[in-house]
């Protein structure tokens, strides 16, 4: 059996930068993405992938001296895929782990994967 639903993705991390003498830096990092969700299976035992895109963006506060002297704020698309398994304890829901890659285009080039784990909910 084969499901459909849609994943709300959200990522937010202070991102830790190397700063020269006198100087501090403060980066804020978040990312967001709406992806079209597949899952396999019937049962107590669920299999799930999704993949899909959206939006990061990095701001960045350079201060010498305690003085704040610049602020930076770039933007880039997005790119994300997951997988997970889900084990479905009740009708309504369960548990599931899973991961995700994510990878940004454009001048911000980060790319990194997450590991989850969670309740799952369904409708």
Do not use: C, N
Not at 88 to 105: I, K, M, N, P, Q
């Amino acid at each position: 059996r084969l499901g459909l639903g849609i994943d709300v993705v959200a990522t937010y991390s202070p991102l830790p930068r190397a700063a020269g003498e006198g100087e501090h830096l403060q980066t804020l990092y978040t990312a967001a993405a709406i992806t079209p969700r597949f899952t396999v299976g019937h049962g107590k035992l669920r299999a799930s992938l999704a993949a899909g895109g959206g939006a990061a963006m990095d701001r960045t506060t350079v201060s010498v001296d305690g003085m704040a002297d610049a602020t930076s704020t770039d933007w880039a698309a997005a790119v994300t895929g997951s997988a997970s398994v889900e084990l479905h304890l009740l009708d309504g829901g369960g548990f599931f782990v899973g991961g995700t890659y994510t990878r940004l285009l454009g001048a911000l080039a980060y790319q990194y994967a997450e590991g989850q784990a969670g309740l799952i909910f369904t409708f």
